[in-house]
Each structure stands twice: as C-alpha cells, then as structure tokens.
C-alpha cells in the first residue's frame, strides 16, 4: 500500500513551518487527514503540535550540551542518529493509510540539502526503494524578499537546484511570503523571477559597472569584477541546467495554499489512488 508525503525543506527563516501550519488547516478545512512529523531538534513553536516529533528521539540543545557541538554540527549529529534509529519513524508512520498526507517539517541549515548525504539517505529510507513505500514530494521554500538582491535570489535558486539534484525526487520549488514584496514589484516583473535566467542580471549592469571603479579598496571587492562575473557564473550555470521554477505562496490566503497543495498532489499522485467520498449531509441539503 503506498503512501504520500511531502518534504518541507529551505533555509532558515524562508517559513518552512508557517506553511506547514496553513498546509494543515487546509487540509482539515477540506476534511482531509494528514500526519505532521517535526524533524527539526531545535524547534519549539509550532500552531499545530507535531503528531511525531524528532525531539521525543533527540533534541539539538541536549546534542550540544553533551557533545560539546555548535548548532550545525549538532544538527548533523542529530540526523545522523535518527539514520541509527530509523524505527522511529518507520514504526510512527507505518500504520497509515494511503488518505493520509504526510507532511515532513525541516531544519533551515542548508548544508543538510546541499553536500551531506545524511538527507538522500533518510529519503531513500522513507520512498519506494525503503521500507514505507511513500510517494515522497519535496517542497523547497525559498524567501521571495530574495528578489530584491538578485545575487542572493540565484544562490538561493542553486541551493535549490543542488537539493533537486542530491535527491532525486519530484521537486516544488516555491517563493514564500509573497505578501511582503507585492507592494515593492510589479506583477510583470515579479513573474520574470519564477523562471529564472540569467536576463535577470542585466538589469543590475550600470550599478555593477558604477561598483567597480569603486572596487579598488579591498573592503569592497564583493561589488567589483570578481563578484559579477560569480554571479554571472551561477545564473549561467542554472539556465543551462533549466530545472528550477517557481511557485508564489502568501499563507494568508488560502487559494494559495490550496495551488501549492495541488501541486504537491499531482507529483506524488495522490489522487489516483483516492476512493470517491460519501456527500456530507449538508451537501445533499444544498444539493435539493
């Protein structure tokens, strides 16, 4: 019997949570079930408590208290012994059925989803080719005020590349809190960012060219030529790989929440497996 789920992942403070907790009241508003696991160990606030959370197994602040560790090292630490204990989470979410949404909540430190192993390991786990047979999505949120810097737009669209590649799975890459920059962009030109290029660059030549003659003083080098022609690197090197898209995602509305929800959907293909539901009481009355 298979499964369905979706990995939350990005960096820290792109709203990973805060989309889980809307992701989760629309789906009960849609009388859908759904199973948040919290695979953070150093998250404390949560709208909705975890139905598992990795701090029953593990915690970040105990890590470091004991190991001596710093957040991200302990961090790593914390992973690598939940792939120790991989019963606690086969043992949790083998029970559920396929009406079941699984929503996996992250940690932030980009490093889990870039060049350590320890993530494709766990998915691997959790997929068909491991022991629960789940139809596994990852959502990978990435913070829209991104935009207004646009070296830090695509090395945040790389680091989502880089996660699409190291794990292999169908891939929703989205742009969160969109409400804060709807009065900054216009539409038009927000729209230039879901799919990025490296045209995105071009607007920024006459500030660039302005940086450089200033970029004689060592303190601002990451303005000059060698900065640029970075970027320019990392723009070229995504266009020619063209798999990273956008979603726009503001959690204060609810049809977004739903448009990514039915994203998700159609990568894990979570309807083809649904059975038609009973009418509600009031459906009928409406339906008289």
């Known amino acids: 019997m298979s499964k369905y789920g979706v990995l939350v992942m990005g960096p820290a403070g792109s709203g990973k949570t805060t989309f889980c907790s809307a992701l989760i009241t629309h789906l009960r ?16 606030d949560f709208a909705h408590e975890p139905d598992l959370d990795i701090k029953d197994l593990i915690t970040l602040e105990d890590v470091m208290d004991e190991m001596g560790l710093g957040p991200n090292g302990g961090l790593i630490y914390c992973f690598e012994f939940l792939l120790d204990n991989l019963d606690f989470l086969t043992e949790a979410l083998d029970p559920l ?34 022991a629960l047979n789940l ?48 009065s900054t962009l216009e539409r038009r030109e927000l729209k230039r960012f879901l799919d990025p290029d490296t045209s995105l660059l071009e607007d920024d030549e006459a500030e660039a060219d302005t940086a450089m003659t200033e970029a004689s003083d060592p303190a601002t080098t990451l303005q000059g030529t060698s900065f640029k022609r970075l970027n320019r690197a990392v723009a070229q090197l995504i266009d020619d790989f063209g798999m990273v898209s956008f979603l726009q995602l503001d959690v204060q509305e609810e049809d977004s929440v739903g448009a990514i929800l039915s994203y998700v959907d159609d990568a894990i293909q979570y309807h083809e497996a649904q059975e038609p539901r009973e009418p509600r009481e009031t459906d009928v009355d409406l339906g008289e």
């Open 29 to 44: 508003n849609n009388r859908r079930s759904c199973f948040y696991v919290n695979l953070d160990p150093a998250a404390e």
């Open 97 to 130: 059925t396929e009406e079941y949404l699984i929503i996996l909540d992250m940690p932030g430190q980009i490093e889990l989803y870039t060049h350590i192993p320890i993530l494709p390991t766990l998915v691997r786990h959790l997929t068909r080719t491991g």
């Open 135 to 182: 139809n596994l999505c990852a959502a990978y949120l990435l913070e829209s005020t991104f935009v207004v810097d646009r070296a830090k737009f695509f090395a945040g669209t790389l680091s989502a590349m880089s996660a699409m590649i190291m794990l292999e799975i169908p891939h929703v890459n989205v742009l969160s809190k969109m409400d804060l920059i709807k």
